[in-house]
Nanobody, 125 residues
Framework: QVQLVESGGGLVQAGGSLRLSCTASGRIPTLNTMGWFRQAPGKERQFVAAVSWSGKTTDYADSVKGRFTISRDNAKNTVYLQMNSLKPEDTAVYYC??????????????????WGQGTQVTVSS
């Protein structure tokens, strides 16, 4: 099994920044893709960002391009999401997910097999 633990969420004012972390443990798929998704109250979970094993390929939702940056440290089995210029509409529970190489499907949440429990991000206006 694979365990994913997110951290770094919290309350921040609009325009502020937060850095989320997600550390994987257990039988982690090799050459994996790691992604971030979010779910706002009353809405479906949606894609935020993803990164390939090498870190050379990334994908972002249009709503976060230019504000969020995804990165990873394979030595630590950790993926990060740097969130800048936060807006109230970014308020959601943020989840990380992982699976084997998802080239071409990095934004497709049904392709991710393992999920974390989520961390709350609240942006006040």
């Amino acid at each position: 099994q694979v365990q994913l633990v997110e951290s770094g969420g919290g309350l921040v004012q609009a325009g502020g920044s937060l850095r989320l972390s997600c550390t994987a443990s257990g039988r982690i798929p090799t050459l994996n893709t790691m992604g971030w998704f979010r779910q706002a109250p009353g809405k479906e979970r949606q894609f935020v960002a993803a990164v390939s094993w090498s870190g050379k390929t990334t994908d972002y939702a249009d709503s976060v391009k230019g504000r969020f940056t995804i990165s990873r440290d394979n030595a630590k089995n950790t993926v990060y999401l740097q969130m800048n210029s936060l807006k109230p509409e970014d308020t959601a529970v943020y989840y990380c997910a992982v699976n084997s190489d998802l080239s071409g499907f990095m934004s497709t949440q049904t392709r991710y097999r393992y999920w974390g429990q989520g961390t709350q991000v609240t942006v006040s206006s």
